[in-house]
């Protein structure tokens, strides 16, 4: 679930990079600070694009400045000075993961379970610490989560329908980031899409996988496959679905982030909407067919 | 935001008139009210539009005035808006004039965005008298919701009941466009990354200089690209 909304590196300017990679350094710092060092070890580039996204639209610049690294002792590393938009991104992280972690366990019935209860001892902790101070992000994703069992249940072969807990929490985590309020509707909107990429993003990625464990997946159902090698065409057929549908949310993403007022590290910004998340998801679904071209 | 016209187009103040024009004309295609019908957004994207019209009148004025007498900015008017806004009514009104009235009555719950109510009006529709226009309304439904993917299928079905009606098409048009990878409606593009950085880069000087720096080069090596110089 997690990973997909990162830049396409190739077209980053250095600078640019130098920023980006100080913004995950200085999440990263930050995690460890307020929920323990374990947490460290959950960090990804999406809340690395939230922490990016909340700076930019902010007036006041944010500092940086030279730290140690806890994974690299020898080398210091510019970093995001701790603000409010990384303790926010924080938050989110340590909680999206805390669900998506309940999430698997309820998932895998297998020895797999044991290890999502393994890796829920460490979280545990940190989850209760963002309860106290972020209520309201608990309060989000408990929904969701109980949305997306209910969807789950109903076996919908509505992409829409599957992905809407998703869209929903993200829209809600993301509409904070502005105090405007047209802001703050073009945000909830932006994420609304977004979310709901991600999810069907991760729906692709988990194709083979839910369809071993037989786990619900909405694209397996629109195009009812029970079989990799019996159902090889309709294979072929979902997956070009999957591209178009997913092309739309894209420009539907694009067009809610045209409507941001966007202060500074706009370039990249724009490198991961408009260039980035159209690679990821061309390697995605690249990766997937070619399984089947192996059969 | 701020208030400065150049901030509000992203220009420089020294930009000459034509730079503005060009920049001025991409922001119009990007805050499109094509762009964003059956949008929630719309009215942020108006407000967007609106914007950046104001900038760009102020900027011609102020230039008028210091460069008294030339022709800058004369010849292109700032885009109306409400002019527009007023035809796009228009074709809106013609295309439900001989539907029922209920329909009417629907499309504008959809554009308050009241769809929770707009939703319950269409379900009461019997499912044996469900024409072209119930499918296209339910689809705007689901696109104002967020429902793109289930709004594509209830646009292809109004568009196949009634291929006629130029509403469906253009609406069906502009889904299949996006769907195929491009942004916007087809026409009015939206922004690209860096303004399409690569196309159009390299001028007559640049492939020459760069042929008289690859010629140094292999010179240097000891060989020679262009045996004249």
């Known amino acids: 679930m997690f990973g997909y909304i990162q830049p396409y590196k190739p077209d980053l300017r250095i600078r640019e990079f130098d920023i980006y990679k100080s913004i995950y350094c200085g999440l990263c710092k930050d995690m460890g600070r307020i929920y323990g060092r374990i947490s460290r070890f959950f960090l990804s580039y999406d809340f690395t694009f939230l922490t990016l996204l909340s700076i930019s639209m902010t007036e006041e610049s944010r500092g940086f400045e030279k730290s140690m690294c806890s994974f690299n002792f020898m080398k210091k590393k510019t970093c995001l000075k701790s603000c409010d938009d990384l303790s926010y991104s924080a938050a989110v992280a340590i909680v999206m993961i805390d669900y998506k972690i309940k999430d698997d366990i309820l998932d895998h019935k297998n020895y797999k379970s044991y290890i999502y209860k393994f890796l829920n001892i460490f979280i545990k902790k940190s989850s209760k610490k963002v309860k106290e101070n972020h209520k309201f992000l608990d309060d989000i994703m408990g929904k969701s989560m109980d949305m997306q069992l209910y969807c789950e249940s109903q076996k919908s072969n509505s992409l829409d329908f599957s992905a809407e807990s998703t869209a929903t929490a993200m829209s809600l985590i993301m509409e904070k ?23 069907l993003i ?94 | 935001m701020s208030n400065d ?50 900038a760009y009148d102020s900027i011609v004025s102020e230039k008028k005035t210091s460069t008294d007498g030339s022709s800058s900015g004369q010849g292109y008017g700032s885009y109306s808006s409400p002019e527009y806004n007023k035809s796009y009514g228009q074709s809106y ?137």
């Not at chain 1, 105090?179 to 999810?199: A, E, P, T």
């Not at chain 2, 019908?37 to 104001?54: F, G």
Request: aromatic share 10%.
């Open chain 1, 177 to 199: 980031l502005s105090n405007n309020i047209s802001q703050s509707k073009v945000l909830n909107r932006f994420g609304y899409f977004l979310g709901k990429w991600v999810y």
């Open chain 2, 93 to 229: 009104g013609k295309s439900t004039a001989n539907s029922s009235s209920n329909y009417a009555y629907i499309r504008s719950l959809i554009h308050s965005n009241s769809l929770v109510k707009a939703e319950d009006e269409l379900a009461k529709v019997p499912e044996n008298i469900r024409d072209a226009e119930w499918h296209f309304l339910k689809g705007s439904l689901y696109f104002a919701r967020g429902w793109v993917d289930d709004a594509t299928g209830q646009f292809e079905t109004a568009f196949k009941m009634n291929p006629n009606n130029p509403e469906y098409r253009a609406v069906y048009n502009r889904m299949m466009y996006q769907r195929q990878g491009n942004y916007g409606s087809g026409g009015y593009g939206g922004g690209s990354y860096r303004g399409g950085r690569g196309a159009g880069g390299c001028s007559g000087c640049d492939m020459c200089s760069s042929l008289l720096c690859a010629d140094c080069c292999c010179e240097c090596m000891g060989g020679d690209l262009i045996s004249c110089c």
């Open chain 2, 5 to 54: 016209p150049y901030l509000v187009l992203g220009v420089t103040r020294d930009a000459t008139m034509s730079e503005i024009k060009s920049v001025y004309r991409g922001l119009v295609k990007k805050y499109h009210p094509d762009n964003y019908a059956d949008s929630p957004l719309s009215d942020v994207a108006t407000e967007k539009m609106q914007e950046v019209n104001e």
């Open chain 1, 202 to 295: 991760d729906a692709i990625d988990d194709i083979y996988s839910d369809l071993e464990d037989k786990n619900y997946n909405p694209f397996l159902i629109k195009f009812d496959i029970c079989d990799i090698k019996k159902d090889r065409d309709n294979l072929f057929k979902l997956f070009s679905y999957a591209e178009n549908s997913l092309n739309l949310i894209i420009s539907q993403i694009i067009l809610s982030f045209e409507l941001l007022n966007i202060v500074r590290h706009k370039e990249i910004l724009d490198n991961i909407i408009y260039i980035g998340l159209k690679n990821v998801q061309k390697n995605v679904i690249k990766k997937r067919r070619l399984v089947l071209d192996v059969k």
